[in-house]
T-cell receptor, first 113, second 116 residues
Framework: AQSVTQLGSHVSVSEGALVLLRCNYS??????LFWYVQYPNQGLQLLLK??????LVKGINGFEAEFKKSETSFHLTKPSAHMSDAAEYFC???????????FGKGTRLHILP | GAVVSQHPSWVICKSGTSVKIECRSL??????MFWYRQFPKQSLMLMAT?????????EQGVEKDKFLINHASLTLSTLTVTSAHPEDSSFYIC????????????FGPGTRLTVL
């Protein structure tokens, strides 16, 4: 079975500071890993995904994530936070692009002025 | 880009009534759609996998007689919450896999259901 664990249900960073959202996964097979963002009362938007190609994945809005098999991690980072980054972020895992997706519990990112 | 719509975007109903939620792929065909449920301040939980022309596959713990799923065409899947109760109040989100397969699946904007 696959699962993801997101460390920290709430993370606060100052505007301009580094954003780091942590995600660890569990999978018996090479996983597909995703980060999604959800703004209030809206659906999900794909930020980026890992599909066994490059371990450092660049996504939209300046976000990137690095797949580390030895640590079973897929942490999301952004060098400089913007106020518009305030949202809920979900790490997720799947067996493939076209399989059901298992979501983590989410991390709400707060940006402090 | 590929667009998935859901209708209605929000609905309020009385306890005991049934509510139908539609999930449409607007500019592509989808043989497979997924239905998720998200309770307030919680994550998305997969409810069922909907395949065009066949019965849906439900996740453990999801009542198939309560959450009726119909995927009658390659662009439409419906979720009907039968005899809704306040505990069914939630945000329901669908996703669709394009056919022919592309490199991702697309999520709808969600439907907020409130049962009084």
């Amino acid at each position: 079975a696959q699962s993801v664990t997101q460390l920290g249900s709430h993370v606060s960073v100052s505007e301009g500071a580094l954003v780091l959202l942590r995600c660890n996964y569990s999978s018996s097979v090479p996983p597909y890993l995703f980060w999604y963002v959800q703004y209030p009362n809206q659906g999900l938007q794909l930020l980026l995904k890992y599909t066994s190609a490059a371990t450092l994945v660049k996504g939209i809005n300046g976000f990137e994530a690095e797949f580390k098999k030895s640590e079973t991690s897929f942490h999301l980072t952004k060098p400089s936070a913007h106020m518009s980054d305030a949202a809920e972020y979900f790490c997720a895992v799947s067996y493939g692009d076209h399989d059901k997706i298992i979501f983590g519990k989410g991390t709400r990112l707060h940006i402090l002025p | 880009g590929a667009v998935v719509s859901q209708h209605p975007s929000w609905v309020i109903c009385k306890s005991g009534t049934s509510v139908k939620i539609e999930c449409r792929s607007l500019d592509f065909q989808a043989t497979t759609m997924f239905w998720y449920r998200q309770f307030p301040k919680q994550s998305l939980m997969l409810m069922a996998t909907s395949n065009e022309g066949s019965k849906a596959t439900y996740e453990q713990g999801v009542e198939k007689d309560k959450f009726l799923i119909n995927h009658a065409s390659l662009t439409l899947s419906t979720l009907t919450v039968t005899s809704a109760h306040p505990e069914d109040s939630s945000f329901y989100i669908c996703s669709a896999i394009p056919h022919p397969l592309t490199d991702t699946q697309y999520f709808g904007p969600g439907t907020r259901l409130t049962v009084l």
